[in-house]
């Protein structure tokens, strides 16, 4: 059974820092597209990053940019998210998942919370 696993995730306050994983169990994810999610209470699921499989661009939300960085470690079939700056609007439950666009999803972790207050 295919695995995705978000972890990293806890209280910060604004201005500090997180770094998000997830890994994954039988599935290569250097085969894949890999993105990043984020569902905010309330709100609806949005893209926040992305890192493609063959020449490892990325993507970011406008909402992110400087602030968030995607990198992939093919050795642990990990990809991991680096926040920086956080604000309390990045308060959301973060999901990683094979694929930047969801209707193209194959796998999806369960999400990992973050929450962003003093």
């Known amino acids: 059974q295919v695995q995705l696993v978000e972890s990293g995730g806890g209280l910060v306050q604004p201005g500090g820092s997180l770094r998000l994983s997830c890994a994954a169990s039988?599935?290569?994810?250097?085969?894949?597209?890999i993105g990043w999610f984020r569902q905010a209470p309330g709100k609806e699921r949005e893209g926040v990053s992305c890192?493609?499989?063959?020449?490892?661009?990325?993507y970011y939300a406008d909402s992110v940019k400087g602030r968030f960085t995607i990198s992939r470690d093919n050795d642990k079939n990990t990809v991991y998210l680096q926040m920086n700056s956080l604000k309390s609007e990045d308060t959301a439950v973060y999901y990683c998942?094979?694929?930047?666009?969801?209707?193209?999803?194959?796998?999806w972790g369960k999400g990992t919370l973050v929450t962003v207050s003093s």
């Open positions: 998942a094979t694929d930047c666009a969801t209707e193209y999803v194959d796998y």
């Open positions: 890192i493609s499989p063959n020449d490892g661009s990325t």
């Open positions: 039988r599935v290569t994810l250097d085969t894949y597209a």
